[in-house]
């Protein structure tokens, strides 16, 4: 998995942990996951934080 850069809206993967059981367990088990939900996750705190619209979020 390629490195992206980090920003002031990123947790720790330390303390994402403490939340991802959550997130894990109100999702549907349709079919694996293929995306890493720590960067999703720190995708949306990026838009919180910023307000951008996700299409407008940076590429990396």
């Keep these: 998995m390629p490195t ?5 809206s ?3 993967r330390e ?4 939340i991802e059981p959550l ?4 999702r549907r088990r349709t ?3 293929t995306v890493d939900l ?3 996750f ?3 705190l990026y838009l919180l934080r910023t307000g951008c619209q996700w299409r407008f979020l940076p590429a990396d």
């Design 38 to 40: 720590y960067e999703v």
């Design 4 to 8: 992206r850069k980090s920003y002031a």
């Design 15 to 18: 303390r994402f942990a403490e």
């Design 10 to 12: 990123d947790i720790s």
């Design 42 to 44: 720190c995708a949306v």
């Design 23 to 26: 997130l894990r367990g109100v």
């Design 31 to 33: 079919k694996p996951t």
